[in-house]
Nanobody, 116 residues
Framework: QVQLVESGGGLVQAGGSLRLTCAAS????????MGWYRQAPGRQRELVAGISSGGTKNYADFVKDRFTISRDNANNTVYLQMNSLKPEDTAVYYC??????????WGQGTQVTVSS
């Protein structure tokens, strides 16, 4: 059984920074992609950034040059460093894990609130 536990959300002023962490537990031996999604009230969940177990990264256009995704494969952990935060970044941020030939797993989410 794979479980994802997120941490690092909170309240920050515009221009500030936060670092989100997602730790995956369980047997993860296959190629996989870990990523961060977010969902603001009244809006659909959207991709923020993703990183494969091979290190390939992708970012949504709205976070390029502000957010950085990284991972520690030995510990099945993914990080999202968020800088220059804006009020429109306010959302619940979810960690997602896609494991090849096994399935997709989601964390419970962590709230990020950016005040103006």
């Amino acid at each position: 059984q794979v479980q994802l536990v997120e941490s690092g959300g909170g309240l920050v002023q515009a221009g500030g920074s936060l670092r989100l962490t997602c730790a995956a537990s369980g047997s993860i031996f296959s190629y996989n992609v870990m990523g961060w999604y977010r969902q603001a009230p009244g809006r659909q969940r959207e991709l923020v950034a993703g990183i494969s177990s091979g290190g390939t990264k992708n970012y949504a256009d709205f976070v390029k040059d502000r957010f950085t995704i990284s991972r520690d494969n030995a510990n099945n952990t993914v990080y999202l460093q968020m800088n220059s935060l804006k009020p429109e970044d306010t959302a619940v941020y979810y960690c997602k894990l896609d494991i090849l030939r096994r399935g997709t797993y989601w964390g419970q989410g962590t709230q990020v609130t950016v005040s103006s």
